[in-house]
């Protein structure tokens, strides 16, 4: 994707991007998610938690395409997203999310994330592994993309939800883009921001706000299948003399502003 600059006549690259809200069932309490802490190192985002996820690649879209599920441009680039999401996820977690019977497995997670990171697109991966993603299984539950030219790397991401059950066995950080991972119901890891323990950017905190809202995984997917995904820009505005990154109102979150220096930059 493309964009005329609104300051200049230059162009800029605004790329797409896949994420995966992994949600875990578990019997005795909201569900759990799974979040990843980037590397410090790291441009965008270094040492924030976040879920797993990461940029489209032509190998992404060449499987789309390859899929032929639709004639439809829209159709075909929702599709690749949701390649690079799960792909993203096997490289950083060693999950792999694949349509057998129990809905997931663990065994081959390691062996597909050593492909992929020593350079195998996840068409090989599939086709090495006999493995059978259930891509369309993937829930759509939210968009965004920065508006601010000033913003140093920008991303039209889109975030879908997967669900798993209470055994995903041990997993691991690739040491590479991420550093440690866990498992954190929604309000758990807004705690730990507030008390200083993590690092949260402002379209994860919103995430998490509207995560928390439910209690069962159940409530969460009626609640993303009920509402519309539409693409969300925050926006900067002056509010009681201080400066306020906002989102609109009607996209089904709790809280819609926060001020600016309360938010850490991407």
């Known amino acids: 994707m493309m964009v005329m600059s609104e300051t200049d006549t230059s162009t800029q690259i605004i790329r797409d991007a896949g994420t995966l809200i992994v949600v875990r069932r578990r019997s005795d309490g909201p569900p759990l998610l799974l979040m990843t802490e980037r590397a410090a190192t790291l441009r965008f985002a270094g040492g924030a938690m976040v879920f797993p996820g990461g940029a489209v690649d032509e190998a992404d879209r060449d499987l789309a395409r390859s899929l032929g599920r639709s004639s439809d441009p829209a159709v075909a680039e929702d599709l690749a997203v949701r390649i690079a999401a799960i792909r993203e996820?096997?490289?950083?977690?060693?999950?792999?999310?694949?349509?057998?019977a129990d809905g997931l497995s663990r065994d081959l997670g390691e062996a597909?994330?050593?492909?992929?990171l020593e350079g195998a697109g996840l068409a090989a991966v599939i086709a090495a592994f006999g493995l059978n993603f259930d891509f369309a299984g993937l829930v759509p539950f939210a968009?965004?993309?920065?508006?601010?030219?000033k913003v140093p790397r920008r991303f039209d991401t889109r975030f879908y939800i997967a669900v798993i059950g209470e055994d995903?066995?041990?997993?691991?950080?690739?040491?590479?883009?991420?550093?440690d991972l866990g498992w954190y119901s929604a309000r758990e890891m807004l705690d730990?921001?507030?008390?200083?323990?993590?690092r949260i950017i402002f379209p994860t905190r919103c995430n998490l706000?509207?995560?928390?809202?439910?209690?069962?995984?159940?409530?969460?997917?009626?609640?993303?299948?009920?509402q519309p995904v539409r693409l969300i820009s925050p926006w900067i505005e002056m509010r009681d003399g201080e400066e306020h990154l906002c989102?609109?109102?009607?996209?089904?979150?709790p809280v819609t502003s926060r001020p600016l220096s309360q938010m850490p930059r991407g």
Do not use: K, M, N
């Open 247 to 253: 989102i609109p109102q009607d996209h089904g979150y």
């Open 209 to 226: 706000e509207r995560l928390a809202r439910f209690e069962t995984v159940e409530a969460l997917l009626d609640h993303a299948r009920a």
């Open 143 to 149: 968009r965004w993309c920065p508006h601010s030219e």
């Open 168 to 179: 995903v066995g041990d997993l691991r950080p690739d040491g590479r883009e991420t550093t």
């Open 89 to 100: 996820t096997i490289e950083e977690c060693g999950l792999a999310l694949v349509a057998h």
């Open 192 to 198: 730990r921001a507030e008390r200083g323990e993590a």
């Open 112 to 116: 597909a994330r050593r492909a992929l």
